[in-house]
């Protein structure tokens, strides 16, 4: 199985400014996906990056406002901009596994904005 | 009606219990069903895996998949505190698109 390592592990952030959080994986993977978990809540897909293209946002969630790159096939960052306190949520990325339908996942980044 | 329904909980057992988790789903496109365990302040671990209908019997852990019923399951032997997490199942069509879907979580408590 992958393993992945994301950080930072948590952040506290002002209004208004951005937070990239990044994730690492120690194979490579065509396929990297970025969740929010708000509680309460399912885990929510935010988008699909895969290496050498343009990220696949879901529905509800924009470019402009989680800007996603994919340099390599094991790396990955998620941009959280012009933060407001509604986005305080856990985000988590993932990789699947190749030749398989699996998911592995990061321990992910715990985000309070103020 | 969401895709994936599953009960939050809080479910609170004695250790040595047998525990059943439940989802029920609606889209019967689903193919895989995974659950998935997730300890306080860390990310989902995969726990089981199944492709289609049956059981899987992995040690302390059994998966079920009804898919006639839209109903998965999973069953926890000899409950142990370190069973103690929140449990999420989790489904997809299948393809190499890894679509998952999540339930909500149910999360458990295994008292000593």
């Known amino acids: 199985s992958a393993v992945i390592s994301q950080k930072p592990s948590r952040d506290i952030c002002q209004r208004g400014t951005s937070l990239t959080i990044q994730c690492q994986v120690d194979s490579q993977v065509t396929m990297m996906f970025w969740y929010r978990q708000q509680p309460g809540q399912s885990l929510t897909l935010i988008a699909t990056?895969?290496?050498?293209?343009?990220?696949?946002?879901e529905s509800g969630f924009v470019i402009d406002k989680f800007p996603i790159s994919r340099p390599n096939l094991t790396f990955s960052t998620l941009t959280v901009s012009n933060m407001s306190p509604e986005d305080s949520s856990i985000y988590l990325c993932s990789a699947l596994q190749p030749g398989k339908n699996i998911q592995y996942f990061g321990a992910g980044t715990r985000l309070s904005v103020l | 009606q969401k895709e994936v329904e599953q009960d939050p909980g809080p479910l609170s057992v004695p250790e040595g219990a047998i525990v059943s988790l439940n989802c029920t789903y609606s889209n019967s496109a689903f193919q895989y069903f995974m659950w998935y365990r997730q300890y306080s302040r860390k990310g989902p671990e995969l726990l089981m895996y199944t492709y289609s209908s049956g059981n899987k019997e992995d040690g302390r852990f059994t998966a079920q998949v009804d898919k006639s019923s839209k109903y998965i399951s999973l069953f926890i032997r000899d409950s142990q505190p370190s069973d103690s997490a929140t449990y999420l199942c989790?489904?997809?069509?299948?393809?190499?698109?890894?679509?998952?879907?999540f339930g909500k979580g149910t999360k458990l408590s295994v008292k000593p």
């Open positions: 989790a489904m997809s069509e299948g393809g190499s698109q890894g679509n998952l879907i």
């Open positions: 990056a895969n290496q050498g293209s343009e990220a696949t946002y």
